[in-house]
């Protein structure tokens, strides 16, 4: 269930770990207002890293990216699940251990800056673990052999399970695909270092510092999740993937803490709906789900606390029946930052 913040999120934590795509950047452009508020928490004394589930640009390279859009950033900010990955491997198998890879070149370039020996050549009878991250130049006779040994035996670490990944051609298959793949003909599971596995988000606690964190997503499946499996605190964002459908059928674990229709959010209180009789209210809004299982939302006041009342209505609902409420004749306000409308 949603909590309470009296105070702005920028007074009570000390470290912004932002997902990139959805929160920070639409499209090949930054979200609108996004660079100010970043500055706004570094000039308020708080850590801010990228977090990013895609492992296959090098760190350095994300940056340029972010400053190139008006985000200014450094490669020290940005942590990404091939680091996780890397760092799994180090702790399991200590330096200089040679690793078969399959990826692209931000795989590579972490797994040397952790000190492993990344290897290639599926037929090397040297190597302690097979790690696996997105790569669209990774050949399938590579993949094949690499399945063939994970069934044998070979330790297997995965970079994330993203099912999908955007391109300039829209949404493709991302690195779950082969996951699934794999794991399916092996009969194993990997380790995951991505979200909403837990040491994408310690390793970036770990980089970046900070005692009080807080993950700021826009997917519940991913950023979200992620960090209830880490025991972080957590911001939806409504600027990306999840809309009202997503959230009303949310299950208890892919719940966020606050909610907020932008990144404007890190400097807002978070005031929490109340339950009164048979409807739960805030701000001037009320809402509850009908006799035929729609949700309804009315009255008036800021953008924030409709999506609250509204998330906070259909749990109720969800968790009551097992069903999600229905939202067909519900339009939710324009996500446009206004606390007040």
């Known amino acids: 269930m949603l909590q309470q913040s009296t105070g702005p999120l920028a007074a009570q934590h000390d470290l912004f770990m932002l997902d990139l795509d959805g929160v920070v950047y639409i499209e090949g452009a ?90 290639q050549d599926v037929e090397d009878g040297e190597v302690v673990a097979l790690v696996t991250g997105y790569g669209p130049d990774v050949l399938w006779r590579h993949i094949m052999r ?31 695909t082969l996951v699934r793949t794999l794991a399916e003909f092996a009969g194993v599971q ?47 964002v409504l600027t990306g993937v999840t809309g009202l459908s997503e959230l009303v059928s949310a299950p208890e674990s892919s719940r966020p803490t606050y909610i907020y229709p932008t990144l404007q959010g890190v400097f807002a209180p978070h005031p929490v709906p109340r ?17 035929a299982g729609a949700l309804v939302v009315a009255g008036s006041g800021s953008e924030a606390d409709w999506w609250r009342v509204a998330a906070v209505a259909a749990w109720d609902h969800l968790d009551a029946t097992g069903v999600p409420a ?13 606390t007040d409308r």
Request: hydrophobic share 45%; glycine share 12%; aromatic share 4%.
């Open 30 to 119: 930054a979200v609108p207002g996004v660079p100010e508020e970043i500055l706004r928490l570094r000039e308020a004394g708080c850590h801010v890293a990228f977090v990013t589930n895609n492992a296959a640009r090098p760190a350095a390279q994300v940056a340029e990216r972010l400053t190139a859009l008006g985000v200014a950033a450094s490669a020290e900010d940005v942590v990404t699940s091939a680091q996780a990955a890397a760092s799994l491997l180090r702790t399991r198998f200590g330096p200089r251990a040679r690793v078969l890879m399959l990826g692209g070149p931000g795989l590579e370039v972490a797994l040397r800056a952790a000190d492993l020996e990344p290897v």
């Open 146 to 176: 690499s399945a063939v040994r994970i069934r044998d035996g070979l330790p297997w670490i995965a970079s994330n399970t993203d099912a999908t990944i955007p391109t300039a051609y829209g949404l493709a298959p991302g690195h779950g």
């Open 275 to 291: 339950h009164v009789s048979d409807r739960v209210e805030l701000g001037g809004w009320h809402g509850h789900v009908d006799d």
């Open 326 to 338: 229905g939202i067909e004749q519900l339009t939710p306000p324009a996500c446009d930052g206004r």
């Open 190 to 236: 990997p380790v995951v270092a991505g979200k909403p596995a837990r040491p994408l988000l310690d390793e970036t606690v770990a980089r970046v510092g900070g005692d009080r964190p807080i993950m700021v997503g826009d997917r519940l499946d991913t950023d979200i999740e992620g960090a209830r499996v880490a025991g972080y605190p957590s911001l939806l």
